[in-house]
């Protein structure tokens, strides 16, 4: 864990640079306004700024800490919630709540839906997975999930009957951190909290499960509740995380294979080290994005695909290449 102090660090230098950023690049008077009592630039720093700055260590620390979570629940290092299909499910229980009105009728609504879809792809997976544990059968298994979700998503955003909200959940869909409030935060924070409080407990059971389940119940560890912590931790983490920021993908598949050599490959340490690794690849992407400018900024979700995807092709060639 002596990495720990580092990522710490790393995510404070990055807060501070996220709050010096505007929408067109670095911009630190803003800041230096706020402090000095300005009210233009105390509105811009709470109601803009800080909501982004939030969002990305709330959102980023649970995408790192819920792709190390099913990474060793599943025991895939390919497991992740974009990439086996939690994510667009999440994505789907959310414009489910938003297209039926149930977001409008109840405050939480939107978190809700989300959590919903995330906990009902993840039930499917594991239920896969116990009958065959191989990678083959969990990434095919996501990509199903993955394209059933995204071919009902698109059949509620072509049923809908408001073009413009229809654009408005197009661009929500792509991920985002930008045009979010502190009501955003406030509403995903309880879910992401219990969420993470729930993953981190399984932090015992993933070592001994490391050795196979009949050592792990040896050893006084409850298969069933590990999966039900691990699950439902994922779930309402996820789905509260998707539903305010739409789908960030691949933040859980790099952080944890960048960070587990620091830990000795245990899953324990690692569930603590992905929360500051993931909230630090995620700032850093946002600032990236904000640094590019132009006059449509770019996505957060499509910026993380671009950099993930490539990661993600050279882990399954790297694991064919291994293949007896």
């Given at each position: 864990?002596?990495a720990?102090p580092?990522?710490l660090?790393?995510?404070?230098?990055?807060?501070?640079l996220?709050?010096?950023?505007g929408?067109?690049?670095?911009?630190?008077?803003?800041?230096?306004?706020?402090?000095?009592?300005?009210?233009?630039?105390?509105?811009?720093?709470?109601?803009l700024?800080?909501?982004?700055?939030?969002?990305?260590?709330?959102v980023?620390?649970?995408?790192?800490?819920?792709g190390?979570?099913?990474?060793?629940?599943?025991?895939?290092?390919?497991?992740?919630?974009?990439?086996?299909?939690?994510?667009?499910?999440?994505?789907?229980?959310?414009?489910?709540a938003?297209?039926?009105?149930?977001?409008?009728m109840?405050?939480?609504?939107?978190?809700?839906?989300?959590v919903?879809?995330?906990?009902?792809?993840?039930?499917?997976?594991?239920?896969?997975?116990?009958?065959d544990p191989?990678i083959?059968?969990?990434?095919?298994?996501?990509?199903?999930?993955?394209?059933?979700?995204?071919?009902?998503?698109?059949?509620?955003?072509?049923?809908?009957?408001?073009?413009?909200a229809?654009?408005?959940?197009?661009?929500?869909?792509?991920?985002?951190?930008?045009?979010?409030?502190?009501?955003?935060v406030?509403?995903a924070?309880?879910?992401?909290?219990?969420?993470?409080?729930?993953?981190?407990?399984?932090?015992?059971?993933?070592?001994?499960?490391?050795?196979?389940?009949?050592?792990?119940?040896?050893l006084?560890?409850s298969?069933g509740?590990?999966?039900?912590?691990?699950?439902?931790?994922?779930?309402?983490?996820?789905?509260?995380?998707?539903?305010?920021?739409?789908?960030?993908?691949?933040?859980?598949?790099?952080?944890?294979?960048?960070?587990?050599?620091?830990?000795?490959?245990r899953?324990?340490?690692?569930?603590?080290?992905?929360?500051?690794?993931?909230?630090?690849?995620?700032l850093?992407a946002?600032?990236?994005?904000?640094?590019?400018?132009?006059?449509?900024?770019?996505?957060?979700?499509?910026?993380t695909a671009?950099?993930?995807?490539?990661?993600?092709?050279?882990?399954?060639?790297?694991?064919?290449r291994?293949?007896?």
């Amino acid at each position: 864990m002596r990495a720990m102090p580092a990522l710490l660090l790393a995510c404070a230098a990055f807060s501070a640079l996220s709050l010096c950023m505007g929408p067109h690049g670095f911009a630190p008077g803003i800041v230096a306004q706020a402090l000095a009592g300005e009210e233009t630039g105390r509105l811009i720093l709470i109601e803009l700024r800080l909501p982004r700055l939030l969002l990305g260590l709330l959102v980023g620390g649970t995408l790192g800490l819920a792709g190390a979570t099913l990474q060793g629940l599943f025991r895939n290092p390919l497991a992740e919630p974009g990439v086996i299909g939690v994510s667009g499910c999440a994505a789907l229980g959310a414009v489910i709540a938003f297209y039926t009105g149930v977001s409008t009728m109840l405050p939480l609504g939107l978190p809700l839906g989300g959590v919903a879809g995330a906990l009902i792809a993840i039930m499917v997976l594991l239920a896969l997975a116990s009958r065959d544990p191989r990678i083959s059968t969990l990434l095919l298994a996501g990509v199903a999930l993955s394209a059933l979700a995204s071919a009902l998503t698109a059949l509620a955003l072509n049923l809908s009957p408001n073009p413009y909200a229809t654009v408005e959940v197009v661009f929500w869909l792509l991920g985002s951190l930008s045009d979010r409030s502190l009501e955003h935060v406030f509403l995903a924070l309880p879910f992401i909290l219990a969420g993470g409080a729930l993953m981190l407990a399984c932090g015992r059971g993933l070592e001994a499960l490391t050795l196979g389940e009949d050592t792990a119940r040896s050893l006084g560890i409850s298969i069933g509740r590990l999966r039900r912590l691990a699950v439902i931790g994922v779930a309402f983490a996820v789905g509260a995380s998707v539903a305010v920021t739409g789908a960030i993908g691949f933040v859980g598949l790099i952080v944890p294979h960048l960070l587990r050599p620091l830990v000795d490959h245990r899953p324990a340490p690692l569930l603590l080290i992905s929360i500051p690794g993931g909230a630090c690849l995620t700032l850093a992407a946002d600032i990236a994005v904000r640094l590019i400018g132009g006059e449509v900024e770019l996505r957060l979700g499509v910026a993380t695909a671009l950099i993930g995807a490539p990661f993600f092709l050279y882990l399954v060639l790297n694991l064919a290449r291994r293949a007896p």
